[in-house]
């Protein structure tokens, strides 16, 4: 197990950026697939992106392509959302996830597939 908290979201006028940070702790994060989540309000909870344990395979949900980039930095245990253009849909509160898998370039989209979550970090995109 391990220790996930995010961090960096707040409110932003539409057309900002944010960037959010995933610190792991308890074990390195080089050994995990990572996740973004969110949840709007009364919505279900929606994959944004995903990077693989090897950092070079992604999965971006379709409404964040070109807009969201995720990364990781294995060497600081964090991994990163950086949002740009940001729209009003945007607005939820963002999950980081991780889950320990030997397949290098695995990317899980589903959040059944996670057994790690931070407590989340609200980000509010205004119009």
């Known amino acids: 197990q391990v220790q996930l908290v995010e961090s960096g979201g707040g409110l932003v006028q539409a057309g900002g950026s944010l960037t959010l940070s995933c610190t792991v702790s308890?074990?390195?994060?080089?050994?995990?697939?990572m996740g973004w989540f969110r949840q709007a309000s009364g919505k279900e909870r929606e994959p944004v992106a995903v990077?693989?344990?090897?950092?070079?395979?992604?999965y971006y949900e379709d409404s964040v392509k070109g807009r969201f980039t995720i990364s990781r930095e294995d060497a600081k245990n964090t991994v990163y959302l950086q949002m740009n253009s940001l729209k009003p849909e945007d607005t939820a509160v963002y999950y980081c996830?991780?889950?320990?898998?030997?397949?290098?370039?695995?990317?899980?989209?589903?959040?059944?597939?996670?057994?790690?979550w931070g407590q989340g970090t609200r980000v509010t995109v205004s119009s």
């Open positions: 990077i693989s344990r090897s950092g070079d395979q992604f």
């Open positions: 308890g074990r390195t994060s080089g050994g995990y697939a």
């Open positions: 996830a991780a889950r320990r898998h030997w397949d290098t370039m695995w990317t899980p989209k589903s959040g059944e597939l996670y057994d790690n």
